[in-house]
């Protein structure tokens, strides 16, 4: 999706500047063929995985486990909790599907400029592509980390502390401050 776009947003040259890149790892990256579809994709499955996935690990961390395997957690968080309890950090979880993606296609777009320079039909060597996926990559866990944690601050067992996402990422400024 996001080559199908990028081909569409290049300029007169066959260029595609870093903003309009961004706007190609928004669309392509949170939504695979439009942000309804990233918004779908996040409700439907990444949430309540996440969300399950995380109570389990806080869950197993605990002095006294309750969940038994998978089925009987996720029967127990929704017999305890409705199945609001599989959606905990649901506005966290679809920011971050977004910026993760959009984080990762700017990068690779701007390496992918500065390497060709002024020749836009400059052909890219595949171990050079792969160091760029890599820096890509990086760049997008790095810049991405505030708003997981603030996800799974929301799906965790302690998730009632908090009003919403919002409420959520400013106690952790003010409390624990910006390195948490």
Request: net charge positive; glycine share 12%.
């Amino acid at each position: 999706m996001f080559e199908f776009l990028s081909n569409q947003m290049r300029d007169e040259q066959g260029r595609l500047d870093s903003t309009r890149g961004l706007i190609c790892g928004v669309c392509a990256g949170s939504a695979e063929g439009g942000l309804g579809a990233g918004v779908a994709e996040a409700v439907v499955v990444v949430c309540p995985m996440e969300t399950v996935k995380v109570k389990f690990i806080h869950d197993q961390c605990s002095p006294k486990p309750k969940y038994r395997g998978f089925f009987h957690g996720v029967r127990e968080i929704v017999r305890e909790q409705g199945l609001k309890g599989t959606y905990q950090g649901l506005t966290a979880t679809v920011l971050k599907q977004g910026s993760n993606q959009a984080i990762r296609f700017f990068v690779m777009t701007s390496l992918k400029n500065w390497y060709k320079g002024d020749d836009p039909n400059k052909v890219i060597n595949p171990f050079v592509t792969g160091v760029f996926g890599a820096l890509a990559g990086a760049a997008s866990v790095f810049g991405n980390t505030p708003l997981d944690v603030v996800k799974t601050r929301m799906q965790g067992l302690e998730a009632h502390k908090y009003k919403s996402t919002w409420d959520c990422a400013y106690q952790i400024m003010k409390y624990e401050g910006p390195l948490a």
